[in-house]
């Protein structure tokens, strides 16, 4: 059974910077792009950053752009966002992704359907 296990969320002042992390068990995390979305209170849950299956493709969403980084880790078999100069926008629970198709490395790794697994959500909260 694929499980992912998200870790790192907590509170921070904006300006200030987190460290996501997410373990994968049940699957090895190498053949298989990653992703993480986030849900605030009230709205949809929205794609945040991906990564290929190699590690060498990412995209992100506009909002993060220049402030967030996603890697991957394929000894590990985990996956984190760093996450820097935090807005209060940016508080949401965060969720990871695993895609259900080996070695996908297309442009809907940025929508729900392209992943199979998800992690039940680390929250993070970001004070003005």
């Known amino acids: 059974q694929v499980q992912l296990k998200e870790s790192g969320g907590g509170l921070v002042q904006a300006g200030g910077s987190l460290r996501l992390s997410c373990a994968g068990s049940?699957?090895?995390?190498?053949?298989?792009?990653m992703g993480w979305f986030r849900q605030a209170p009230g709205k949809e849950r929205e794609f945040v950053a991906s990564?290929?299956?190699?590690?060498?493709?990412?995209y992100y969403a506009d909002s993060v752009k220049g402030r967030f980084t996603i890697s991957k880790d394929n000894l590990l078999n985990t996956v984190s966002l760093q996450m820097n100069t935090l807005k209060p926008d940016d508080a949401a629970i965060y969720y990871c992704?695993?895609?259900?198709?080996?070695?996908?490395?297309?442009?809907?790794?940025?929508?729900?359907?392209?992943?199979?697994?998800w992690g039940q959500g680390t929250q993070v909260t970001v004070s003005s």
């Open positions: 049940g699957r090895t995390l190498t053949n298989y792009a």
């Open positions: 992704a695993s895609a259900g198709s080996a070695f996908y490395t297309g442009r809907l790794l940025s929508t729900q359907s392209a992943y199979a697994y």
């Open positions: 990564i290929s299956w190699s590690g060498d493709t990412t």
